[in-house]
């Protein structure tokens, strides 16, 4: 055999007559020209602050804020500082976007296999869901449902009893809570614990799979691991059993964990707008997926739902992935219209303290750090796992 050609790579120069070189240059003098611009920009902005006598730099985050949150995962009063109300802005907004993300994938999901269902009622209505709720603006939804939740649903003392002890009522959801001690945490601890020891027991029976051909059973012993570890960790903490349960009394519901209106309205509007994109997301990552492969499930035996979980859906999350990363970032991005129906996410406290110290150029900075920083950590999150996810080619 001819021994294989290498290929040598350029070496780099700095000279102008090399392509290297000149490339070199071009870019220093693109970085100094941006330097450039973003030096002006920064110094005509200050000398006109100045001028107008506006006062700048973030040294008023330690003032005290001097107003009050009204709903909040944390204490928060109002001498305490702008930093810790811009945190408390913080926390609502991703306590909304976490919860709305789960929920929409969840919902979505669900309507775009429905799409594709046999059963002609059932793919006529995720039709209609679809159709109807992506041609709604997501701000009338957010306001439609407020009006439900705080003008058609009953007074507190009237309240809806879905489940024992569970009140809604025009003042939100009240639903019982465990009063925390050690074995509740260290329950929810295990609920954290118990998907990801599932997932490592799953890539762990794939390997021997392609080592040996052998597919060990997971889905049992997946699903009981998860129920294990949470209620080994209630039991490791002293099993407690002490809950904080909602009590109605003639005027107000008292006790236990409260979802406001506010807060419901707008997790609801965000996730049903998003699912429904979602569902279609779904639905054409399903239709990518080669006829041939379904055929095959078929032949082989494999029922519609095995098929779907075990062939179909693997293969279409390759194209699922990417525009879902995407909905993921809209709907974070949406959860700033929550000023709409009264909920302090960070827009609506920074808008807050805005109106309190004048400082707008250092409290829209604010907001424009969070969203970049929340944006940048879940497309960085999908990226890792759509790589996870990719076709690799043997």
């Not at 919860?99 to 002609?120: D, E, H, P, Y």
Request: charged share 10%; with cysteine.
């Amino acid at each position: 055999m001819p021994p294989k050609k290498t290929r040598l790579k350029p070496k780099f120069s700095l000279s102008w007559s090399t392509e290297s070189g000149r490339g070199f240059y071009y870019q220093v003098i693109a970085v100094l020209i941006l330097a450039l611009v973003a030096w002006y920009l920064w110094s005509n902005t200050s000398r006109n602050l100045t001028m107008m006598q506006i006062r700048t730099g973030f040294g008023f985050l330690s003032q005290s804020a001097g107003f009050d949150i009204g709903e909040s995962l944390f204490a928060f009063a109002p001498s305490d500082s702008y930093l810790r109300a811009f945190a408390v802005g913080l926390g609502n907004t991703l306590r909304v976007s976490v919860a709305g993300i789960i929920l929409a994938t969840i919902l979505g999901t669900l309507v775009g296999i429905g799409r594709l269902s046999k059963n002609f009622l059932l793919r006529k209505l995720c039709d209609g869901y679809v159709e109807t709720m992506r041609n709604i603006p997501l701000l009338i939804q957010l306001l439609a449902w407020y009006l439900v939740i705080t003008q058609l649903l009953p007074s507190s003392h009237e309240a809806i009893q879905p489940l024992p002890h569970v009140y809604l009522s025009k003042s939100g959801l009240q639903l019982p809570v465990p009063v925390w001690s050690l074995g509740w945490y260290l329950s929810i601890a295990g609920l954290i614990a118990g998907p990801v020891c599932a997932w490592l027991l799953y890539k762990a029976a794939r390997r021997r799979q392609n080592l040996t051909g052998a597919a060990p059973r997971v889905l049992y012993p997946a699903l009981i691991i998860i129920a294990a570890l949470p209620v080994a960790g209630w039991l490791l903490g002293g099993a407690p059993t002490g809950f904080d349960i909602p009590e109605a009394t003639v005027f107000s519901i008292s006790g236990g964990a409260a979802l406001t209106p506010e807060f419901l309205a707008l997790l609801m509007g965000l996730t049903i707008s998003t699912a429904s994109y979602i569902a279609e997301i779904v639905r054409a990552g399903i239709q990518a997926v080669a006829h041939g492969q379904a055929e095959a499930c078929s032949s082989l035996g494999l029922s519609r739902a095995q098929a779907l979980r075990l062939v179909i859906l693997p293969q279409a999350m390759r194209v699922i992935v990417p525009p879902l990363t995407s909905q993921y970032l809209n709907l974070t991005k949406n959860s700033s219209l929550a000023v709409t129906v009264g909920y302090p996410d960070i827009v609506s406290i920074a808008n807050t303290s805005l109106n309190q110290n004048g400082q707008a150029l250092e409290c829209i900075s604010v907001i424009m750090l969070v969203y970049l920083t929340i944006s940048l950590i879940i497309a960085a999150f999908m990226n890792w796992y759509n790589r996870h996810m990719a076709l690799v080619e043997r």
